[in-house]
C-alpha cells in the first residue's frame, strides 16, 4: 500500500496588517492584555469585497501546485476546510475548484467542518483516499475570512482579538518510499460541550433563519412580499451571528487533549517524544503552545509557532506554520513531523508524518 507524502505546500496572508493597537479603537483593550494572554502581536484581514477564503485558498494552492510540480488541472480531489466559507452553501471545494479554473469534473470536491481540527481531519480522509489507490493527486486546504464576522465591540473581545485570516494548501500524493509520509492520523470528538466554541447562526435550531420580529412565525406572502427582509429577533438581540467561546473551558481542555493526541500517535508509531523533529501545533494560543511543549519537555527548535504574527487562523494555522517552518528550512527531508490540533465540537487530533 503506497503512503501519503507532502509533494507540495503554500500559504497565503492578506496584505493588511493589524495589530493590537488598531484593536484598541474599536474595543476597550490593549496591547499588553492581548500579547500577555495571547502571545498575539498582529494579524492578517483581507480585503472585503475582493478576498474570500476561496481566494486565498487559490493563492496558496497554486504556489502548492507549483512546488508539486502539477498544474492544476492534475488535482483530483479537492478537500477545503473552513469556518468562515464563502457561502453557507454550496462549500468552498467547489468555488475552489472554480477559481483555480480546474474544468475537469472527473474530480471530487468535499468540504470539512472541524473548525481548527480541520486540517488534520481533512488531511486523514486525504490520506485514507490515498492509500486505497482512490486518489493521487489531492489538493488539501485550510482557509479563513474570520474578520468578516467577529464582533468588534467590547463585548466581542475576547474572542475578536485572536482570530486572524489566511490559507495554507497542500498536495499530497502516493509514495512507495518505505517509512516516509504521513506514518498515522488520530482523530477524536466530544460534543458534549458543543456550543462552548460556536457561531449558532444561521442554523436550523432557530426554526426559521428569518422571522417576523413581532409574530414569531415565517410572514405569509403577503405579510412579506418576497424581497424583503425579516430578521430574526433571537439572532439580532442574542447576537449569535458571532462567535462564542468560553475561552477558559477552552483553555483547560485544550491543554490536556493536545499532550494526550499526540502521545497517542508517537505510541501507534513505536517514537518517544524525543524523536520529534518538529511540533506544529494548531496555533490556537501561545500559551496553550508553550503549555504542550512543557508538559512534553520539548526544546524551543522543536516547536514552530507564528500566532504572534498571524493570530488564531483556524483551519490555515497548521499548513500557514508548516509551510513557513518548511520555507526556514526547519522542516527537512526526513524529519519527523508531527501536528496536532483542538478546537470547537470539542475536536482534536493529530498526524505523524516522515517529511
Ligand atoms: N482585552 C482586555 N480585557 C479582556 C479581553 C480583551 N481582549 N477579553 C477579555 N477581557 C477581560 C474579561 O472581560 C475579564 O474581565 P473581568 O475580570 O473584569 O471580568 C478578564 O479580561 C479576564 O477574562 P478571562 O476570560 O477570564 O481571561 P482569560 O485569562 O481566560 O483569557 C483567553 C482569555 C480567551 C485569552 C483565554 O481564555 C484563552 O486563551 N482561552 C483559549 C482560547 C483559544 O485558544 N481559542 C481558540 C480556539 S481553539
Redesign the pocket.
Known sequence: MPSTKFAGIGFYVPEQVVTNKDLTKYM???DD??RE??GIEERRYGKKHEETPTTMAAAAAKIACERAGITVEEIDFIVFATLSPDYYFPGCGVLLQRELGITNTEIGALDIRNQ?SGFIYGLSVADQFIKSGMYKNILLVGAEMHSMGLDFTTRG??VA??FGDGAGAVVLQPTEEEGKGVLTTHLHSDGTHAEE?SLLSPGSHGGYHFEDKDKFGFPTEEEAPLGEIFVYDNLLENKTYYPY?D??L??KK?VTKFPEVIMEALAKTGYETTDIDMLVP?Q??L??AQFVQRTLKLPDEKVYNNIMKYG?TTAASIPIALCEAWEQGKVKEGDLVCLAA???GFTWGSALIRW
Open positions: 476597550d483593550t490593549s492584555w492581548i494572554r495571547s481548527c473581545r475576547n482579538v485572536l466554541l467561546m475561552g477558559q477552552v483553555f485544550a494548531h490556537a494560543n500559551r496553550i488564531n483542538f478546537g470547537s
